[in-house]
């Protein structure tokens, strides 16, 4: 019992010292022998802060983040890390652990309000004005850099200079491990449970119908896609919209078809594969099936030498590489990258162009790159993207690539680019955890797409 009022003891002492810290009250010498329990409790106080921060900026329904998990347990090691190469670099190694109670301690405070500041504070404040970014970045780079000098001097390691120096050398990993390793909460939004409990707006679909018709739609469909022109390269356009919850995918599938139709030549080249219980008397369904054999009829019209292939896949995607696919009660095979990639390889089709959009669709590049593939994701495999609710005309980077960037540029490459920049504004703007679009380009395919080009009218 007495053990465990000591111990209580220190880590409330701890946490005035790292209070003190937060403030940049005048450094004094740690008057407290800081145990493994009494660090342990300080690193359990800051995961408890950490975990309700978390809750309260998500909005339900919530789940607990193995993501988060991971990301907590790297940086919990990166700043261990860092103080033991601090205190080893100013000669007492063995101060590693009092550094690093007063640094998790001080983060207590100064943690929580920086994450309240970018959760509710600076969204609102960018909005008004996006210049105070940096300036707030710069802000809390500094106060973190006077709590790390603190902290060496609290506990007498080396002298003024060397410790600047190294509590500036620590804030500059720390400031820059971030743009690489993305920071993840303990809590997310629980998609799943969230569109699991969609209620349909009409009647459940009779499956033996719905599917009965696909041959006939489908090869009405097919029967309208041309075959190439010899000696010049063509491009065939597929939208491939699969998440019939929403009309946002819906929208996008039909508004790329129409600009690939009207800009890029593909007039009478086009398919539109898309799940949309107002559609099904129209379009062919947006299934596994579909694809692979629409893609395969595909191929064998083109001149495989010379045709292209540009396939935008629009849906939820998940982290194992997975694209969602759905129509109210009925039940579908899902799209994953190596499904994805064996379609593909069956088709013959040699030159595409591959658009994946959805959360964490940087997954599927590996499965999908070769020398004549240009492949392009929303987002990094290990983020979300933003903008798929059922009111909007676009997600963000359906917005941004094919409404913005395609309408000021012909090439893919050059599009990417301007809509990676656009998205990171507008989620800048609002806060949120950069998507960051990625992009692989096979070695043969950006001269091949040059020569299509030369084809289409200025």
Not at 293 to 301: D, F, M, N, Q, V
């Amino acid at each position: 019992m007495n053990r465990a009022r000591e111990e209580a003891r220190r880590v409330l002492q701890l946490l005035g010292a790292g209070l003190r810290l937060t403030l940049l009250s005048p450094p004094r010498p740690l008057a407290v022998e800081v145990t493994p329990a009494a660090f342990l409790a300080i690193l359990a106080l800051g995961l408890l802060a950490s975990y309700g921060l978390a809750w309260l900026a998500v909005e339900p329904p919530r789940a607990f983040s193995v993501w988060g998990v991971q990301s907590e347990g790297f940086y919990i090691l990166l700043v261990l890390g860092l103080c033991f190469v601090a205190a080893a670099a100013l000669s007492r190694p063995a101060a590693t652990l009092p550094l690093a109670a007063l640094v998790f301690g001080a983060g207590l405070l100064a943690g929580t309000v920086l994450t309240l500041f970018q959760d509710h504070l600076l969204p609102r404040l960018i909005e008004h004005n996006a210049q105070v970014y940096w300036p707030a970045i710069a802000f809390w780079a500094l106060w973190w850099l006077a709590i790390w000098q603190r902290a060496l001097a609290m506990l007498e390691l080396g002298r003024p200079l060397p410790r600047g120096f190294a509590a500036l050398a620590i804030v500059a990993v720390l400031c820059v491990v971030p743009l690489y390793v993305m920071p993840h909460r303990l809590v997310d939004r629980d998609y799943a449970e969230l569109y699991a409990n969609d209620e349909p707006r009409e009647e459940p679909l009779v499956a033996e119908e719905i599917f009965a018709a696909q041959g006939p739609l489908l090869d009405q469909a097919l029967a309208a896609v041309a075959p190439g022109v010899p000696g010049r390269p063509d491009l065939y356009f597929v939208a491939f919209g699969p998440y019939g919850d929403q009309d946002v995918f819906l929208k996008e599938s039909l508004y790329s078809t129409r600009l690939f139709e009207t800009r890029f030549g593909a007039r009478g080249r086009t398919l539109t594969l898309v799940n949309n219980p107002r559609q099904l008397e129209r379009l062919p369904l947006a299934s596994v099936t579909n694809l692979g054999h629409s893609l395969k009829e595909i191929g064998a019209r083109m001149n495989r030498d010379e045709d292209i292939l540009f396939l935008f896949l629009t849906s939820h995607g998940s982290p194992d590489a997975e694209l969602s696919i759905r129509l109210r009660n009925l039940s579908f095979k899902p799209l994953t990258a190596p499904l994805l990639a064996s379609v593909l390889e069956q088709s013959g089709i040699r030159w595409k162009v591959l658009v994946v959009s959805g959360c964490y669709s940087g997954t599927f590049l590996d499965a999908l790159e070769d020398e004549r593939t240009l492949v392009i994701s929303a987002a990094r495999a290990d983020r979300t993207s933003f903008g798929c609710s059922d009111g909007a005309e676009f997600t963000y980077f359906g917005r941004a690539f094919f409404q913005r960037a395609l309408n000021e540029t012909q090439s893919f490459t050059e599009a990417y680019a301007i809509a990676r920049k656009l998205v990171a504004e507008w989620e800048k703007s609002e806060g949120r955890t950069g998507s960051e679009p990625q992009i692989v380009v096979g070695r043969q395919i950006e001269a091949h797409l040059a020569r299509w080009r030369e084809t289409l009218p200025d």
